[in-house]
Nanobody
């Protein structure tokens, strides 16, 4: 069973950047598509981005398209989320997740979740 641990969250001013990391242990990480979700206070968890197991295909939510970039390094069992031009509405807890489905955007398709890392954006 794959286990995921996120890092890289923090506080940043609007317009700034952060890079989140998620490291996997156990299981066969390179068989999984990996994605990022976030949850703002008082709201449901929302899809942000996903990359397929090969790293060839990506999908983003409309709200982050052009600002965020998902990437992975299977040799390091890691995935990353580069977040640029951060906005106040991007603030929340970010989770990485792994799925054996192809580029899913809904939570139910993901079988493994990290514990989350907090992102705060100040205006």
């Amino acid at each position: 069973q794959v286990h995921l641990v996120e890092s890289g969250g923090g506080s940043v001013q609007a317009g700034g950047s952060l890079r989140l990391s998620c490291v996997a242990s156990g299981g066969t990480f390179d068989q999984y598509g990996v994605g990022w979700f976030y949850q703002a206070p008082g709201k449901y968890r929302e899809f942000v981005a996903i990359m397929d197991s090969s790293g060839a295909k990506r999908r983003y939510s409309d709200s982050v398209e052009g600002r965020f970039t998902i990437s992975r390094d299977n040799a390091k069992n890691a995935i990353y989320l580069q977040m640029n031009d951060l906005r106040s509405e991007d603030a929340g807890v970010y989770y990485c997740a792994a799925s054996l489905n192809y580029l899913p955007t809904y939570e139910g398709a993901y079988s493994v979740w990290g514990q989350g890392t907090q992102v705060t954006v100040s205006s």
